[in-house]
Structures are given as structure tokens and as C-alpha cells.
């Protein structure tokens, strides 16, 4: 990722994080990746590929964004292992568009940030 990505990502986080405690906006940033999703599925079954296309970059755009937050902020090992989740969603919207099926890929994929998200929203057990 170039230094200005960085710089973006970084900047957006952190000025965010001012009106909400880190782990609601990450919550935040999930959900509106998962509503993007759900409109690349229903443009995608529509045939309308462009807004199908615009909308799997803004998903991906934010997960770029946390991904350099875990990796540059949050660091060790549970930031590398969120930094390598969120790589993985990265790649899987990206591929979103190859092959057949593609609403039936994108629902799969926004199934997998789904349970994600719902994980992420459990408080941890003592």
C-alpha cells in the first residue's frame, strides 16, 4: 500500500475514532462494507456491472483501510491476525466477478463478513 493510502486510512480512523470508541467504528466500517455487498449482489443480478464494480471497491476501500489500521496501529498478534482476515476479505471481494454465478459469489462472501461481523459484536467470555 503507497504512503498516501496510508496516510487516508490512517486519517479517517483516527478522526472517526473522536465520535466513536474504536471497536464501534470497526463495527461501523463492517456494516457499511456488508450494505455495499448486498447492493453489489442486487446490481450484479441486474446486470448493471459498473455500480456492481463501484460498489465491491468501496467494500474493498474499507477493508484496505482497517487492514493498514491492525497492521500500523493496533499490532501484535491480534492485529496481525485481524490485518491477515481482513487481507483474505479483501482478495475474496476481488475476485467476486470471476466466473459464473457472480451474485451467488457475492453472497458468499458477504456471508463470510457477516459471521464475522457478528463475531466481532460478541463480547469476549471471562
Given at each position: 500500500?503507497?504512503?498516501?493510502?496510508?496516510?487516508?486510512?490512517?486519517?479517517?480512523?483516527?478522526s472517526a475514532k473522536q465520535t466513536l470508541?474504536?471497536?464501534?467504528?470497526?463495527?461501523?466500517?463492517?456494516?457499511?462494507?456488508?450494505?455495499?455487498?448486498?447492493?453489489?449482489?442486487?446490481?450484479?443480478?441486474?446486470?448493471?456491472?459498473?455500480?456492481?464494480?463501484?460498489?465491491i471497491v468501496h467494500a474493498i476501500r474499507i477493508y484496505t483501510?482497517?487492514?493498514?489500521?491492525?497492521?500500523?496501529?493496533?499490532?501484535?498478534?491480534s492485529g496481525k491476525a485481524l490485518s491477515q482476515l481482513y487481507g483474505a476479505f479483501i482478495l475474496a471481494l476481488g475476485r467476486a466477478a470471476g466466473g459464473r454465478d457472480v451474485?451467488?459469489?457475492?453472497?458468499r462472501i458477504q456471508e463470510r463478513l457477516a459471521l464475522h461481523r457478528r463475531l466481532w459484536?460478541?463480547?469476549?467470555k471471562n
Open positions: 500500500m503507497n504512503h498516501t493510502a496510508y496516510q487516508r486510512a490512517s486519517s479517517a480512523y483516527g470508541p474504536p471497536h464501534k467504528l470497526v463495527e461501523a466500517l463492517q456494516d457499511r462494507a456488508l450494505q455495499l455487498c448486498t447492493s453489489a449482489e442486487r446490481h450484479a443480478t441486474a446486470g448493471q456491472f459498473d455500480r456492481f464494480h463501484t460498489d483501510g482497517l487492514q493498514v489500521v491492525m497492521t500500523n496501529q493496533v499490532g501484535g498478534p451474485p451467488g459469489r457475492v453472497r459484536a460478541k463480547p469476549p
